[in-house]
T-cell receptor, first 114, second 111 residues
Framework: DAMVIQNPRYQVTQFGKPVTLSCSQT?????MYWYQQKSSQAPKLLFHYYDKDFNNEADTPDNFQSRRPNTSFCFLDIRSPGLGDAAMYLC?????????????FGPGTRLTVT | SQQGEEDPQALSIQEGENATMNCSYKTSINNLQWYRQNSGRGLVHLIL?????REKHSGRLRVTLDTSKKSSSLLITASRAADTASYFCATVTGTASKLTFGTGTRLQVTL
């Protein structure tokens, strides 16, 4: 089945220690998104790629970076995680040709910062 | 902020009852979408309604859209315990390829 996969599902990192979260998709969608979601809050868009075109949200901290080496994969790098970065990180994909940017979400990676 | 507001923030009903959630947004939209999120999981797309549509149905779901009031509602009929989740509205505006999420409604359906 076509899907969005996130690894790992749970990630524990130490304060200040760089961490990378990964996302892959078999949907062949043009657009990939990274969201941060804290408890009982709405997902907050960090950035997205439209093909190779990177789009950063204005309020996304510099501590967060992303890479998309090919259509299928996208990575979220947190250079120096702080306690406030503990959250669920959601990856999603969409395609303009498919249902007007309906998004397909992965199961998320829950990040704990110790 | 472009974020929409949803109400109620939390809703508790018994199985078999109907659940209604409301969403308001701030700018003109291309479409509005509703998503469900089970606890600790990703979001699942439920239904999309375009700006030129007023009502849409999908199974037990009914969505309405009032662009003059910049609001939408999601009705879940004959609710089941498995409907327990958070529900988010999200809007697509202009040529943007991104969603703006509402604050969400937590629905609890009890037996």
């Amino acid at each position: 089945d076509a899907m969005v996969i996130q690894n790992p599902r749970y990630q524990v990192t130490q304060f200040g220690k760089p961490v990378t979260l990964s996302c892959s998709q078999t949907l062949n969608h043009n657009v990939m998104y990274w969201y941060q979601q804290k408890s009982s809050q709405a997902p907050k868009l960090l950035f997205h790629y439209y093909d190779k075109d990177f789009n950063n949200e204005a309020d996304t901290p510099d501590n967060f970076q992303s890479r998309r080496p090919n259509t299928s994969f996208c990575f979220l790098d947190i250079r120096s995680p702080g306690l406030g970065d503990a959250a669920m990180y959601l990856c999603a994909t969409s395609s303009p040709g498919q249902a007007e940017y309906e998004q397909y979400f992965g199961p998320g990676t829950r990040l704990t910062v110790t | 902020s472009q974020q929409g507001e949803e109400d109620p923030q939390a809703l508790s009903i018994q199985e078999g009852e109907n659940a209604t959630m409301n969403c308001s947004y701030k700018t003109s939209i291309n479409n509005l979408q509703w998503y469900r999120q089970n606890s600790g999981r990703g979001l699942v797309h439920l239904i999309l309604i375009r700006s030129n549509e007023r009502e849409k149905h999908s199974g037990r779901l009914r969505v309405t859209l009032d662009t003059s009031k910049k609001s939408s509602s999601l009705l879940i009929t004959a609710s089941r315990a498995a409907d327990t989740a958070s529900y988010f509205c999200a809007t697509v505006t202009g040529t943007a390829s991104k969603l703006t999420f509402g604050t969400g409604t937590r629905l609890q359906v009890t037996l």
